[in-house]
């Protein structure tokens, strides 16, 4: 079977899937979550808890939520989606709230509005840490040269414009070295604001390292 591409990297790294314990999800998006499954259907981390956070989890499996969505094509997509993706796994899955150290080292930050429970994570070990601003900002060369366009799959767009000032005034202020799930290569780097705006500047890649 070939491996989807972070299977492959964590093969590579020396890491067997059947070791990891927790899955961190930061929000109920497809692209977020399908890779705890493989194409075949079975569980990708089979041992693994798989943690999401409870505001998101309560608003994608509300009946009332999916009743409402149908009549848009992108958001019904995404109801059934978060529907077949955890079907039959319930009690793999555990629900945790903000501003929580949720793994060991990993504190829960309450980012909302690309969706209601959307989450941010701060990662700390010794002196280091970084942030891992999931989906805050999704291209940053559009939406941090731009913080108040408004994504089409932002669940909220205005809550997502206060959230996305909201953390990069704190990552800029805090000089926090930034992940963000669909940067460009390298997807690391800090955030300098620039007026009302913000810019990226990406860590230097050093392939010694
Ligand atoms: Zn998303």
Known sequence: MQLAAP????????VDPKNIDVVL???LHPDHTNGIRNADGSMAF???EIMVPSVDWAFWTSEENTSKAQSNGMMKTYF????KTFAGIESKVTKYEWGKEVAPGITSISTPGHTPGHTSFAVASGNAKILIQSDVTNIPELFLRNPDWHAAFD???DLAQQTRHKFYDMAAAEKMTVVGFHFTFPSIGHVEKDGTKYRLIPSAWNPTI
């Open 7 to 14: 299977l492959q990297n964590l093969a590579a790294a020396g």
């Open 46 to 48: 089979p041992n693994a």
């Open 155 to 157: 669940v909220d767009g």
């Open 80 to 83: 059934a989606n978060v529907k």
């Open 25 to 27: 999800l930061s929000h």
